[in-house]
Nanobody
Framework: QVQLVESGGGLVQAGESLKLSCAVT?????????MVWYRQVPAKDRDLVAA???????TYGDSVKGRFTISRDNAKDILYLQMNSLKPEDSAVYYC???????????????WGQGTQVVVSS
């Protein structure tokens, strides 16, 4: 089973930075395909913030381009989200998502973390 544990959220002022972490624990038979950060505010759908594919390709939501950076420590299996120049509209619960496949399986499985709250005050 794959487990994701996020950390790093908190309360900051506009213009400040935060770095979120997502520690991934998986068995040796699970091969990660993509690692993604989403965020969600109450009564709205989860929005893609940033994604990192297995080939190193990164994708960012329009509202965070140039301010957020997604990265991965392959040795430790930790996904990061460096958030700079934070704005009040970045306030949300941030979720880590990983998808991949198990050895011998043709399908993909997706897993979510529990979320970490980010609040940006003006």
């Amino acid at each position: 089973q794959v487990q994701l544990v996020e950390s790093g959220g908190g309360l900051v002022q506009a213009g400040e930075s935060l770095k979120l972490s997502c520690a991934v624990t998986s068995g040796s038979t699970f091969s990660i395909n993509a690692m993604v950060w989403y965020r969600q505010v109450p009564a709205k759908d989860r929005d893609l913030v940033a994604a990192l594919d297995s080939d190193g390709t990164t994708t960012y939501g329009d509202s965070v381009k140039g301010r957020f950076t997604i990265s991965r420590d392959n040795a430790k299996d930790i996904l990061y989200l460096q958030m700079n120049s934070l704005k009040p509209e970045d306030s949300a619960v941030y979720y880590c998502y990983v998808d991949g496949s198990y050895a011998g399986s043709s399908g993909y499985n997706g897993y979510w973390g529990q979320g970490t709250q980010v609040v940006v005050s003006s």
